[in-house]
C-alpha cells in the first residue's frame, strides 16, 4: 500500500473534517451531491455455426503457437486454427472514473452456438499445440489453438474501476451444442491394377499401389510375346483419425489474466471469461473523503 493511503486515524478524521468544511459557508450547510450516472464496461459477443457441412478425408491439420507471446505487456490476443469453419475471438472492454456514479458495473455476455452441423471427418489428424508461449508475460493474456472442424474459442475481459453507490460484475456465457452429426472413422486404400510383361509362355508379376501406404500384388500371363496385365487386389494400410492438443512450457511466470484454449477435433467449445468490478462505495456514500 502506498504511504498516502495509509492514513492515520487523526489524519483521517481531519480529513473528514475538511471535506465537510469545503461545503459548508458562514451559515449554511450543503450535503454532498448524490451521485448520478452510469459507469460500465461490457462485452457482448456470440458465435454462431448452424447448417454447415465439414467433409475431411485424409488430410492433416497442424496449428501450432511457438515462442510467441513471450515477455509481454498489456493487452494480448493471438489466434491460431488449421480446419474448417473454426470460430475464435478475444474481446476487451475497461472503463475508469474518476468521479462518483450511481451505478458501476463490469458485464460479459457470450453466447456460443453449434446447430445443424454435419462433421465427418475420415482418417484425419488433427494437431494443436501451445509450445514455450506466452510466458513471462504480464495484464491481459488471451490465446486460441484449434485444429479440426467447427471449434468455437473465446477470451473476455471487463474491468471497471469507478466511485459508486453499488458496484456488480457478472459473466454469463451459454454454449449450445445441439442437432449436430459427427462421423470419425479410418480411411483405407485399395491397391491399384499392377501391369505384367510376359516372354513366350512366361508369367509376369504386376504390383498395384494402394492408397494408404499398401502394395497389391497382380498376376498376369503373356502369350508369345505378347503383355498380360495383372490385377493388384492389394488394401492398403487404414488412416485412423488422431486428435492431439497440447499445452507445452507456456504460461509460465506469467501475472493479471491469462486465458488459453487448445483444442483438436470436432465442434468443440471452449471460453475464459473474467469481468472485474471496483467502485469506492465510502466515497459515493456522501462523506467526501475520496482514497
Known amino acids: 500500500m502506498k504511504p498516502t493511503m495509509a492514513l492515520k486515524p487523526l489524519v483521517f478524521a481531519l480529513a473528514a473534517l475538511m471535506a465537510v468544511a469545503v461545503q459548508a459557508d458562514a451559515n449554511k450547510w450543503y450535503p454532498t451531491p448524490a451521485?448520478?450516472?452510469?459507469?460500465?464496461?461490457?462485452?457482448?459477443?456470440t458465435q454462431i455455426s448452424k447448417d454447415n457441412k465439414f467433409d475431411d478425408t485424409k488430410t492433416t491439420n497442424n496449428a501450432s503457437a511457438n515462442h510467441s507471446l513471450n515477455r509481454s505487456n498489456g493487452n494480448l490476443?493471438?489466434?491460431?486454427?488449421?480446419?474448417?469453419?473454426?470460430?475464435?475471438?478475444?474481446?476487451?472492454?475497461?472503463?475508469?472514473?474518476?468521479?462518483?456514479?450511481?451505478?458501476?458495473?463490469?458485464?460479459?455476455?457470450?453466447?456460443?452456438?453449434?446447430?445443424?452441423?454435419?462433421?465427418?471427418?475420415?482418417?484425419?489428424?488433427?494437431?494443436?499445440?501451445?509450445?514455450?508461449?506466452?510466458?513471462?508475460?504480464?495484464?491481459?493474456?488471451?490465446?486460441n489453438v484449434a485444429a479440426g472442424q467447427?471449434?468455437?474459442?473465446?477470451?473476455?475481459l471487463a474491468i471497471v474501476v469507478a466511485d459508486g453507490n453499488n458496484v456488480a460484475a457478472a459473466s454469463n456465457t451459454v454454449q449450445t451444442s445441439v442437432d449436430n452429426e459427427f462421423l470419425n472413422t479410418a480411411s483405407t486404400g485399395n491397391g491399384n491394377n499392377g501391369n505384367s510383361f510376359g516372354n513366350g509362355n512366361g508369367n509376369g508379376n504386376g504390383n498395384g499401389n494402394g492408397n494408404?501406404?499398401?502394395?497389391?500384388?497382380?498376376?498376369?500371363n503373356g502369350n508369345g510375346n505378347g503383355n498380360g496385365n495383372g490385377n493388384g487386389n492389394g488394401n492398403g494400410q487404414a488412416s485412423y483419425v488422431v486428435n492431439n492438443a497440447s499445452l507445452n512450457h507456456s504460461a509460465n511466470n506469467a501475472s493479471g489474466n491469462i486465458g488459453v484454449n487448445v483444442a483438436a477435433g470436432i465442434g468443440n467449445q471452449q471460453s475464459n471469461t473474467l469481468s472485474l468490478g471496483s467502485g469506492c462505495t465510502v466515497c459515493a456514500a456522501g462523506s467526501g473523503v475520496r482514497f
Open 150 to 156: 467447427g471449434n468455437q474459442q473465446k477470451n473476455n
Open 77 to 143: 490476443g493471438g489466434n491460431v486454427a488449421a480446419g474448417s469453419g473454426n470460430q475464435q475471438d478475444n474481446a476487451a472492454a475497461i472503463t475508469s472514473s474518476a468521479d462518483d456514479s450511481n451505478l458501476v458495473f463490469a458485464l460479459v455476455d457470450v453466447d456460443q452456438q453449434s446447430k445443424k452441423n454435419d462433421f465427418e471427418s475420415k482418417g484425419v489428424q488433427n494437431n494443436a499445440s501451445l509450445n514455450n508461449s506466452a510466458n513471462n508475460s504480464s495484464g491481459n493474456v488471451g490465446v
Open 35 to 45: 451521485p448520478t450516472g452510469t459507469v460500465a464496461a461490457v462485452v457482448t459477443d
Open 212 to 220: 494408404g501406404n499398401g502394395n497389391g500384388n497382380g498376376n498376369g
